[in-house]
């Protein structure tokens, strides 16, 4: 009996996933940059099915490519820190006031889509057309989403200012 592509990916997955991320783990010090090296890994294999099929040890090639991927990722966060680091300090947060910091808190609770459709529109002020393009998704769609967003956000801030009003801490409106 053979076993398809799909299902030697699947099996590998499950047998070795958890044993290459501890793996990686202890080469990159990061538990999340394990997950998404060895994630990339399993991509690779996706992608060339046939030739893990090929391998004596398919395990050994998954970690493999992981520390490499790894290794890149690395190296790009290195030169990436070097450019900013010669940019200078990032820049500070143009407002701390508590209203905009009340609607950054409630932005990140919205939906991705209604969050990334009002971010773009509003904050970097580009029309719907073009946010549209942005996010591979119709007008319509951006329209859509800005309308709930709005609805939402604003429910949102209602909500964040009466708690912050029956504590006595601040008023967002004044």
Known sequence: MT????ELISELYAGCFRRLVVQLYAVTGDLSEAQEAVQEAF????????RIAGLDNPEAWLRRVAVNVARSRH????????????????????????????LLTALRELPEGQRQAL????????????VAATLGVSPGTVK?????????????????HTAETSTGRIDVRS
Do not use: I, M
């Open 144 to 160: 859509s989403r800005l309308s709930r967003g709005r609805q939402a956000l604003a429910a949102l801030l209602a909500d964040h």
């Open 43 to 50: 991509t690779r294999a996706l992608a060339a099915p046939r």
């Open 75 to 102: 190296r790009r966060r290195r030169v990436l820190d070097t450019l900013l680091r010669r940019l200078g300090p990032p820049p500070t947060v143009a407002d701390r006031s508590p209203e905009h910091l009340a």
């Open 3 to 6: 076993v398809s592509d799909g």
């Open 119 to 130: 971010a773009l529109h509003y904050l970097v002020d580009l029309p719907v057309d073009e």
